[in-house]
């Protein structure tokens, strides 16, 4: 993926407060991203599948609750982008 690639799916003001919310957490579900951040679940879940589908970030299960989380690979592939953006 390119950084520009990157850059305009975080231009997106949703998007952008969801990845920095989940860089400052190690993983957050659905309903703590809406308390933390003010949206509406319908919302949240639509820029989660984005950025999932983008390959920003990855989901696990436990039970019911899914827990999304930054890849590792993304991180490790764009270290500099997201220090850039985000520090």
């Known amino acids: 993926m390119d950084k520009f690639d ?3 799916m975080l231009a997106d003001q949703t998007r952008y ?3 920095r919310t989940l ?3 190690d ?3 659905v309903s703590e991203i809406e308390n933390l951040l003010g949206t509406k679940q319908a ?7 984005k950025m999932k589908d983008f390959g920003l970030i990855d989901s696990n299960r ?5 827990y999304y989380h930054v890849t590792a690979e993304f991180l490790k592939d ?8 985000f520090l």
């Open 43 to 49: 919302n949240t879940s639509k820029h989660l599948r």
């Open 17 to 19: 407060n969801i990845f």
């Open 23 to 25: 860089l400052d957490f």
């Open 62 to 66: 436990d039970g019911n609750v899914v």
């Open 27 to 29: 993983q957050l579900c």
């Open 6 to 8: 990157v850059i305009k």
């Open 78 to 85: 764009h270290e500099t982008l997201v220090r850039y953006l």
